[in-house]
């Protein structure tokens, strides 16, 4: 049930081997898909291009989640390579520097508004480009990334913990909107990991190490678990299951204290 033989997905957030996105990629290739995989800039693609290599017939093509052209070009290069879509997968996420340091009070409005528009409103604007493709097979699945500092304050998460609150909210608002049409939108909010992106945020080693001492496994949580859970929102499996956040932490969102 956890198959997913046959069908076509996006993947969109690859930027090198530690990123969840590859995670994800590889177990959904593993079971049966075919990818498209995409990059955000000249820059990355040839990172991208490296990695999508190890796939079997991949797509790649250029997206910069900022540019509603480039999110409508990547929709029709998957329609004419793919002819559909069955699922997509939304892990980009991005804010400036100086709102991952300095204290929240000073969040600038334009780091604010390029976080969310990055790390949230993405998901709608990509989700609108993908429809169309996803309703020529019937329906599909969504799924995004997030962090349980959208609830909590973690020091330094800041702007990305507001973006993060958008991002879940609107998995309920583009559940409800598209449940309808038989699409499912789901999100992962994982425990700490390790990544590019983790990297720009001061002090997130802490982060794990809270996780650590007070998840009730007692442990940080491995790329593959977060892509095996992916799998799973991904396929049939999942089939009644919408609009929801799955904890994938090692159990940290039940603790209450040391
Ligand atoms: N690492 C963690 O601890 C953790 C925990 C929970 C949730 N997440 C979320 O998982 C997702 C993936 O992050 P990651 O940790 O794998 O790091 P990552 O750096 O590997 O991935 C972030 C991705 O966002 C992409 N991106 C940034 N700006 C973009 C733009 N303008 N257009 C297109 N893509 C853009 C980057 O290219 C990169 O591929 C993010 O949403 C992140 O917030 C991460």
Same mark, same amino acid.
Request: overall charge neutral.
């Given at each position: ?7 076509? *997905? ?25 990818? !498209? ?19 079997? &017939? #991949? ?13 409508? !070009? ?52 990509? @989700? ?11 329906? +599909? ?7 349980? *500092?959208?609830?909590?304050?973690? #020091? $330094?998460? &800041?702007? @990305? ?20 049409? $038989? ?13 590019? !992106?983790?990297? *720009?945020?001061? +002090?997130? /080693? ?29 396929? /049939? ?22």
């Amino acid at each position: 049930m956890t198959d997913l033989a046959g069908k076509h *997905g996006l993947i969109v957030g690859v930027a090198n081997k530690r990123s969840i996105s590859w995670a994800i990629a590889q177990a959904a290739a593993a079971s049966g898909a075919r990818l !498209a995989l995409t990059y955000p800039s000249a820059r990355l693609e040839e990172n991208v291009r490296e990695l999508a290599a190890k796939l079997e &017939n #991949p797509l790649l093509a250029p997206c910069d989640v900022t540019s509603d052209e480039q999110m409508a !070009a990547l929709a029709a290069t998957i329609d004419r390579e793919f002819g559909g879509l069955d699922f997509f997968v939304h892990g980009a996420a991005f804010a400036p520097q100086p709102e991952l340091s300095n204290p929240f009070v000073e969040t600038s409005r334009e780091g604010f508004r390029i976080a969310l528009d990055v790390s949230a409103y993405s998901l709608i604007g990509l @989700m609108r480009a993908v429809m169309p493709l996803m309703e020529k097979r019937g329906g +599909g699945s969504v799924l995004t990334l997030t962090f349980i *500092g959208s609830q909590r304050v973690f #020091p $330094n998460y &800041n702007v @990305m913990g507001v973006a993060k609150a958008a991002l879940e909210s609107s998995v309920r608002y583009l559940a409800a909107d598209l449940g309808p049409r $038989n699409i499912r939108v789901n999100a992962i909010s994982a425990g700490p990991i390790k990544t590019l !992106a983790s990297s *720009g945020i001061s +002090g997130f /080693s802490g982060f794990m190490q809270i996780c650590r001492d007070r998840a009730p496994l007692r442990r940080n949580v491995e790329l593959s678990e977060v892509a095996d859970t992916a799998v799973f929102l991904l396929s /049939s499996a999942s089939r009644a299951i919408t609009g929801e956040i799955v904890m994938v932490d090692a159990g940290f969102h039940v603790s209450g204290g040391p």
